[in-house]
């Protein structure tokens, strides 16, 4: 079995794979698949949202001659929240572990 003893718990973890400091305990095993249910859901939000975004960004500028500010803030708040949810499918496809061998 992979079992590793995680410094930060204490104690020793089957299927260790990392210690999230976001949930405050070691991810391993079967939480592991729940925590990339968790993630799956997050990426869904964040792809709603840039499709929320876009769409606000098309009705507001068909139905008003919009500043060029405004253009620009939302161009940028659409890039954002697709490079983060780029970043967060990349590292959630990347089957590795981040404990040590």
Same mark, same amino acid.
Not at 60 to 82: D, I, K
């Given at each position: ?34 925590? %990339? ?16 975004? %876009? ?24 890039? %954002? ?10 590292? %959630? ?9």
């Amino acid at each position: 079995d992979n079992c590793h003893h995680c410094s930060i718990c204490q104690r020793c973890v089957r299927n260790f794979d990392h210690h999230c400091g976001v949930f405050g305990r070691c991810i391993a095993g079967e939480g592991y698949r729940g925590n %990339m249910g968790y993630f799956k859901v997050i990426i869904s939000m964040g792809g709603a949202g840039i499709v929320t975004a %876009m769409s606000f960004s098309i009705f507001s500028a068909a139905a008003h001659v919009s500043s060029g500010e405004n253009a620009f803030l939302a161009v940028l708040a659409v890039s %954002m929240t697709t490079c983060s949810c780029c970043c967060c499918a990349y590292v %959630m496809c990347q089957v590795s572990t981040t404990a040590p061998n």
